[in-house]
């Protein structure tokens, strides 16, 4: 067994790893950890903030990509021969990948959504529904449930226990107490409900998914929570990745601009003007058409298909970003102006402290509240945006796990009757909930961290 | 002031010179014109003398931006890049990489996409404003919290959902209007309807929130607070002191797409079937058609540069204090 890292891999365990360092470096800043305090007293942004965390801990999941070596047969070469890519999710979802349908099938479904023409033992020709191969004609769901319920909340009950126990510094019991008369001064009791919930439903849908398909299949058979579960990476990454790719430029470009003024400022401010003025959508269009030839051509840059795919969600990023700078970096510049003319950076000039030295401790932690609303602003944006441009056919690989793709397929559905509901509803479940969370989350940021609202 | 627009034109220059660049680059950095004369004229039996005329025809066969067989000026000037965005700059489209004259195409296809657009824009408007005075007229009430609620969940929501659905109940279950197509002229109306319901409805949360954050600034102002010491009603303030002081704001984020609303909407148009300008560049993106994608991206910069200028004349008529 070797991991195998793909390109977004490594970006996601590369920006984890410097998000932790940036959170522990910040968080010795007392101020900082009062401004983060007063953002979770909400119990919105709690819970939407657990709903979000559930979101990443699929991401990473789905982050890790193994290959196992293949028993090499006898009498051929000594080479250790690798099968394909799969990442952990993959693993757990091993029976679902593994049990793939002819064709639609509604959710918790025993047959086939289309009837099909069977000839019988009498010759006779019929049209009847055939049986799914891979859902057990026991009907067991109800013990299943309860046992799977159990199981989540015993899960989640550890979890709660675990992490009461961490924060009790007095004494266990009046802890545990506080917490669920909802007297903690962090809501825990609201961050703890919707934990076990999540838990407890993935447990129950994943006990499930053994016996049955949880949402259904899709047109060749595929099953649709097992998609939905993969296309959470594809979501988040697009929405986490690109603004993270595009602040270095936003900020280096943005606080030039504001900092030297003169040319520098000219210069900067037509890049942006230029590449704002562009319609996006066909800015991203041209870009990902470019791409798509580049790889074409390139054969040789990935090996297997997932290898392509994942190449050209990484082009689709970093595409995305170059767009998206634009508005951050307006807002930089204009917000450097305005401190650069503030006493404390005359102050700062008069006591001859360098320019980097200025930027460091005056500038850039004066932009740190307009740089974190617009990364949770953009997030929710770039989510949904992913669907949109997958529909136009300049998003991700078609053959990539996303919400997009799985809308896109599922429409060309619509005119049957009964309608194919299912994958159109799972993908849009998916990715409203995670949408709603970090919309909500960055409502909260926003009232906390932006200085208008301190009245 | 009409200096100061001449200037602004004249500073539109090097801003479409750029656009230009960038577009030119992004596709010939890949596209040999070549490959795009095999793919448009179809793989069979192609001469290379074809090949040849078609590229001569457009200009795709002189060298993109430096031309070493030439002399002096030329050396820049007689190069593909020059001469084809030069023609952008006379509004001279020229023909399509299959053969259609983008500029006829855009002229017939503008309408279409304006009878989409622009009722969504104008009902969207109005509903959205309506909708955050009444919040900001009861603020702080059950009304305004549970409708803020609603605006975040409307916001959260794909756009793609709002049209299948829309698709599915309007016209599949319910038949009151056709599910796409599109006619000229009263007939036509119901075909605008149901994508023009849905527009204005998937706006309504972000709208919604907006308007109300721009009033809700207003309302603690001292002038406010002076109006109602006066004894103004609070309808009068609203209407007569918030409103107006709000529009500033609100022109700067509205004016600068209007010109736009040419461009029409590229997922609207394509789900219902509808021949405008956002369907067109659809189908130019997905048939790779270089000709109708640069027509498109210099008209959108040229919309947006226009849009940018509107905006600053439209405060010299709201705002007294701006003088341009």
């Known amino acids: ?455 | 002031m009409f200096g100061y627009i001449l200037r602004r034109i004249i500073y539109a220059v090097p801003i479409l010179i750029g656009v230009n660049l960038i577009t030119f680059m992004l596709f010939f950095m890949v596209n040999s014109p070549e490959d795009m004369a095999r793919a448009q004229l179809g793989a069979k039996q192609i001469s290379p003398q074809m090949i040849q005329a078609w590229k001569e025809q457009r200009g795709y066969d002189k060298p993109l931006f430096i031309n070493p067989n030439a002399q002096g000026v030329s050396v820049v000037t007689d190069t593909l890049f020059m001469k084809e965005s030069l023609k952008l700059f006379t509004f001279n489209f020229g023909i399509s990489d299959s053969n259609r004259n983008i500029g006829s195409d855009i002229k017939e296809r503008m309408g279409p996409s304006l009878a989409i657009a622009l009722p969504t824009f104008m009902i969207a408007l109005i509903t959205n404003i309506s909708l955050a005075l009444l919040l900001v007229l009861f603020r702080g009430s059950v009304l305004d919290t549970s409708m803020m609620i609603v605006a975040v969940m409307i916001m959260s929501i794909s756009g793609l959902f709002y049209i299948i659905a829309g698709q599915v109940l309007f016209s599949k279950m319910w038949h009151w209007v056709p599910i796409s197509g599109y006619d000229s002229g009263w007939s036509g109306i119901k075909f605008i309807i149901l994508p023009v319901m849905i527009g204005v409805f998937a706006g309504i949360g972000s709208g919604v929130r907006w308007y109300r954050s721009i009033f809700l600034e207003q309302i603690n102002q001292d002038y406010v607070r002076t109006a109602r010491a006066k004894g103004l009603s609070e309808l009068r303030v609203l209407f007569g002191h918030v409103l107006r002081n709000g529009m500033l704001p609100i022109l700067t984020g509205v004016v600068v797409v209007i010109p736009s609303l040419f461009m029409g909407s590229l997922i609207m148009e394509s789900f219902f079937g509808i021949p405008g300008l956002g369907s067109y560049t659809i189908d130019a993106i997905s048939s790779q058609d270089f000709g109708i994608v640069k027509a498109m991206v210099f008209l959108g910069s040229v919309l947006y540069i226009v849009g940018l200028i509107l905006t600053d004349i439209s405060y010299t008529l709201f705002d007294p204090r701006v003088k341009l």
């Not at chain 1, 009046?174 to 999540?198: C, H, I, N, S």
């Not at chain 1, 005056?362 to 974190?372: D, K």
């Not at chain 1, 949904?384 to 996303?402: F, I, R």
Request: hydrophobic share 50%; proline share 3%; aromatic share 12%.
């Open chain 1, 1 to 455: 067994m070797i991991f195998s890292l793909l390109w977004t891999d490594m970006l996601v365990w590369g920006l984890l790893c410097v998000l932790i360092l940036l959170g522990w470096g910040a968080s010795r800043s007392p101020q900082v950890r009062q401004q983060w305090h007063t953002i979770f007293r909400s119990s919105i942004a709690m819970a939407s903030t657990i709903i979000l965390l559930f979101y990443l801990f699929f991401t990473l999941l789905d982050s890790v990509h193994l290959r196992f070596a293949i028993e090499p047969a006898e009498g051929k070469s000594e080479q250790v021969q690798y099968s394909e890519i799969v990442s952990l999710l993959d693993l757990i979802f091993v029976h679902n990948i593994e049990g793939t349908e002819r064709t639609y099938s509604a959710p918790f479904s025993q047959h086939e959504y289309t009837k099909s023409i069977v000839v019988d033992a009498n010759g006779v020709t019929k049209q009847e529904y055939l049986p799914l191969k891979h859902v057990s004609n026991r009907d067991e769901s109800i013990q299943t449930s309860l046992i799977a319920i159990m199981i989540g909340l015993t899960i989640s009950m550890i979890f709660v226990f675990i992490h009461i126990f961490w924060r009790s510094k007095g004494g266990f019991k009046d802890t545990f107490r506080l917490t669920f008369q909802g007297k903690t001064e962090l809501p825990w009791r609201t961050a703890y409900v919707t934990m076990t919930l999540l838990i407890t439903l993935f447990t129950w849908f994943y006990m499930l998914s053994f016996d049955y398909h949880v949402l259904g299949t899709d047109k060749v058979g595929g099953d649709v929570l097992y998609q939905s579960l993969k296309s959470i990476r594809t979501g988040v990454l697009i929405g986490i990745l690109t603004t993270l790719i595009m602040l270095p430029v936003a900020i280096l470009l943005g606080v030039s601009a504001g900092l030297f003024r003169g040319w520098v400022d000219d210069v900067i401010q037509y890049l942006y003007t230029t590449l704002s003025s562009i319609p996006g959508v066909l800015l991203i269009a041209a870009g990902v058409l470019s791409m798509q030839v580049m790889m074409n051509n390139n054969p040789t840059w990935f090996e297997s298909t997932l290898e392509r795919s994942d190449l050209r969600l990484l082009f689709l990023i970093l595409i995305l970003g170059i767009t998206s700078w634009t508005g951050l970096c307006r807002l930089l510049r204009a917000e450097t102006l305005k401190i650069s003319q503030m006493e404390f950076v005359t102050a700062a000039k008069a006591f001859g402290v360098g320019k980097l030295t200025i930027i460091k401790r005056h500038i850039i932690p004066n932009l740190m509240h307009i740089i974190l609303i617009s990364v949770v602003l953009d997030f929710s944006g770039l989510v949904l945006a992913e669907a949109v441009l997958s529909y136009v056919g300049v998003g991700v690989d078609p053959t990539m796990h996303s919400w997009g793709n799985m809308i896109n397929q599922a429409r060309l559905e619509m005119a049957r009757d009964p309608m194919v509901w299912w994958s159109l509803f799972s993908a849009f479940v998916f990715m409203f909930i995670l949408v709603l969370a970090a919309n909500l989350l960055s409502d909260r940021v926003q009232t906390v961290l932006d200085p208008r609202n301190k009245s």
